[in-house]
């Protein structure tokens, strides 16, 4: 199997964190977003340069692009990428800032 770089919002906790342990126990790199490091320290030790990793609030738009770029340019290429969008109990993806409706 080719190793593939993946960009995925939101890999320190639930789902984002799920995939990221299922995608780098099969050999992939990912590009991961988190709000705290220390979330992913354990990750990190075990996996080194195949988790690259940038701290970042979704909600802070300007800071998206500066993000994906550095990750590109880190990692050289980035084969898939995952939005994921955290929703709180009671709201819908909707009500998020720049949510695509459809």
Not at 9 to 14: A, E, R, W
Request: some cysteine; charged content about 25%; hydrophobic content about 40%.
């Amino acid at each position: 199997m080719t190793q593939r770089n993946w960009l995925i919002t939101g890999v320190g906790s639930g789902f984002g964190r799920h995939m990221t342990e299922q995608l780098l126990a099969r050999g992939d790199c990912v590009a991961g977003t988190v709000r705290k490091f220390d979330a992913m320290a354990d990750l990190k030790a075990k996996y080194g340069d195949r988790l690259w990793l940038a701290q970042l609030d979704v909600t802070d738009t300007p800071a998206i692009p500066r993000v994906v770029d550095k990750a590109f340019s880190e990692l050289g290429r980035i084969d898939v990428k995952v939005a994921l969008v955290p929703v709180q109990p009671g709201e819908s993806a909707r009500q998020l800032p720049n949510a695509t409706q459809g």
